[in-house]
T-cell receptor, first 113, second 114 residues
Framework: QKEVEQDPGPLSVPEGAIVSLNCTYSNSAFQYFMWYRQYSRKGPELLMYTYSSGNKEDGRFTAQVDKSSKYISLFIRDSQPSDSATYLCAMSASNFGNEKLTFGTGTRLTIIP | DAGVIQSPRHEVTEMGQEVTLRCKPISGHNSLFWYRQTMMRGLELLIYFNNNVPIDDSGMPEDRFSAKMPNASFSTLKIQPSEPRDSAVYFC?????FGTGELFFGEGSRLTVL
């Protein structure tokens, strides 16, 4: 069993819809949770960063962490065609820069105009 | 800031040939990571360096793969001999030692081994 599980999709939704992306994990030591966004033929870039359980909002994006269920989510409100990308969850046990991140396999999202 | 710079962006080679991928991390970043990405397996960490020293190479698939970081501004990933199953996108990423631990990725080197 992988440490981090993520539905690969693909997921297609109409413009303006609310999108929900999810990951589950098995390592209870994970405390730092991230979402990276990867456009086609580009490297991943950090989108959201959260620590421990709770919600964090940044514009149209909300990251949610439920450590008791080992489940994290990313919500995108009022989705736009520019949100079309692959979204990867990532997590680690510490916030030191040399701490290894464990990535999900990514969910490919397409927003249909 | 120029970001993480990788070369070549694309490489097509024949089985058995040596492949060398290059990376220049962001200036001031202490950690450097090499990842491989495929559709089937996603992003896999191959090796990472801290202050130019290899810390964990447990992700290196086999002895055909080797990585070096001779100084703070340059790293190489070498595959010798290459095989078709090595075809993937190879990413280099760098980060600071402290803070959010955010990884800054390069644009990747797309390798095709025929």
């Amino acid at each position: 069993q992988k440490e981090v599980e993520q539905d690969p999709g693909p997921l297609s939704v109409p413009e303006g819809a609310i999108v929900s992306l999810n990951c589950t994990y098995s390592n209870s030591a994970f405390q730092y949770f991230m979402w990276y966004r990867q456009y086609s033929r580009k490297g991943p870039e950090l989108l959201m960063y959260t620590y421990s359980s709770g919600n964090k909002e940044d514009g149209r994006f909300t990251a949610q962490v439920d450590k008791s269920s080992k489940y994290i989510s990313l919500f995108i409100r009022d989705s736009q065609p520019s949100d079309s990308a692959t979204y990867l969850c990532a997590m680690s046990a510490s916030n030191f820069g040399n701490e290894k991140l464990t990535f999900g396999t990514g969910t490919r999202l397409t927003i249909i105009p | 800031d120029a970001g993480v710079i990788q070369s070549p962006r694309h490489e097509v080679t024949e089985m058995g040939q040596e492949v060398t991928l290059r990376c220049k991390p962001i200036s001031g970043h202490n950690s450097l990571f090499w990842y491989r990405q495929t559709m089937m397996r996603g992003l896999e960490l191959l090796i990472y360096f801290n202050n130019n020293v290899p810390i964990d190479d447990s992700g290196m698939p086999e002895d055909r793969f080797s990585a070096k970081m001779p100084n703070a501004s340059f790293s190489t990933l070498k595959i010798q001999p290459s095989e078709p199953r090595d075809s993937a996108v190879y990413f280099c990423a760098s980060s600071r030692d402290f803070g959010t631990g955010e990884l800054f990725f390069g644009e990747g080197s797309r390798l095709t081994v025929l």
